[in-house]
Structures are given as C-alpha cells and as structure tokens.
C-alpha cells in the first residue's frame, strides 16, 4: 500500500487501480516514456491514499528514491526533472496542481482530475482549504463578511459605518481590516473611528512588530495627548 505520511512506496506485488480515464484518454495520448511512468505512478498512489482527500505534495514525490531511479534522472537535475515531467501531467489533463502559501514557503499539490478531485481543487482556489500541521488538509469555516464582523464585535452598523467599510475594503487589504477590529475590541476601544485611524496608522508607517508595541498598548494610553480622539465615537 502507500504509506499514508511520507514518501509514497509502492509494495512488491501489491495490486493497484488506475481510474478508467487512463487507459481511455491518457494512455493513447501520452507519447513520452517519463511522462507515462510519472502519470501511472502518481495515479497509483493517489489511488491508495486513504481519507476523502487525496493529495501528493511536490515534496512527498521528490523525497521519492524509487520514482527518481524510474525517470532515471540525476540527483543535482531530480528536482527540476520531475517539475518539467509534472507540468507535462498537468498539461494533458492527468492530475491538477494547486498551490498553498501556508507561509512563505509555496508548496504545490497534486490531485486526481477526477469529481473529488476537481471539487478540493475549486476549494483551494476559493482559499477555503489549507495544509494543517498534521500533513492533512483542513477545511476552514466560512469568514463572516467585514459588515458582520463590525456588528458583531463593535456595534451598530450605521449608512455611514457600511459606506465606509466598503471604502476601506477598497484601500485595506481584508486581513488589515479584521485585525484592526481585532485591536479595537482588545483594548475596549470599540468605534469606526479608532478603526480607520489604526488603518491609516498602518498604512503609513507599516505593520511591524515595534509599531504595535508603541502604538498599543491599552486604552488608557488613548485618554489624553495627540492620539486621544481614538476612543471617540
């Protein structure tokens, strides 16, 4: 079977399935030797995941030693050996490649262009999936829209409060907006005001880790000098 965590590793004997969509549309069509190894591979261990999800990260097959002896490629040209033979894959239609930024780092996965398939790959290109710590992929709740998340932690949303939300979502990005909203319930300060003038503060002087410590630190530094009309209505 393959292994669940892992580089995949195909057992000696082991009977594996290949989707009907192979032997009918892929197989006529695939004229190069890596490409097909690669396409029977990664749909033999896809075929063997366990769980609803299937997935093989780029990592996961790269880590792959008998994959790497199969394509026959050296160890200083694998990795971008086996990008090129993947992008091919994708190309024809044998497996769809999505992309997640968990962090920095860009990792890139690999799913079956089948129903199931096709239906997680819409899911992360919503953003509505994610890698969890667990090697898995996890499916978040949906976000409450920026108008919701005002009523919902400051108060009443005025003609003029939602006009200039939709503003600022125009100027913010959304995770600036939700922070923001996020800073002024911390310190009690719980007005539009206070909101757009973190924005703004933002926008100006960037959001590192030394502005927020000199900027905030409770709402009592709020009560007098230049920044008090910040707990203002």
Request: glycine letters at 4%.
């Amino acid at each position: 079977m393959i292994a669940r965590r892992g580089a995949p590793v195909v057992r000696d004997l082991e009977p594996v399935a290949l989707p009907a969509y192979f032997f009918s549309e892929l197989l006529p069509a695939i004229d190069n030797l890596a490409e097909l190894k690669l396409t029977v591979f990664c749909l033999a261990a896809l075929g063997q995941k366990e769980g609803k999800r299937r997935y093989l990260r780029f990592s996961e097959l790269q880590s792959d030693e008998s994959l790497q002896k199969a394509l026959a490629a050296a160890d200083s040209a694998w990795p971008e050996s086996l990008r090129r033979i993947l992008n091919r894959a994708v190309a024809r239609g044998a497996l769809l490649e999505a992309a997640i930024a968990p962090g920095e780092k860009v990792e890139r996965f690999y799913l079956p262009n089948d129903e199931k398939g096709r239906a997680l790959y819409k899911q992360i290109q919503r953003g509505d999936w994610r890698p969890a710590a667990d090697d898995d992929i996890e499916v978040l709740p949906p976000r409450p829209s920026i108008y919701a998340l005002y009523e919902e932690n400051i108060g009443v949303l005025t003609p003029m409060i939602a006009e200039s939300l939709k503003e600022a979502q125009a100027s913010y990005p959304r995770e600036w907006i939700e922070d923001a909203i996020r800073y002024a319930v911390e310190r009690n300060a719980r007005s539009w005001r206070y909101i757009s003038k973190v924005l703004e503060a933002w926008q100006q002087e960037g959001r590192s880790r030394e502005f927020s410590e000199r900027h905030y630190r409770g709402p009592r530094k709020y009560t007098a000098g230049k920044r008090k009309d910040f707990i203002k209505s």
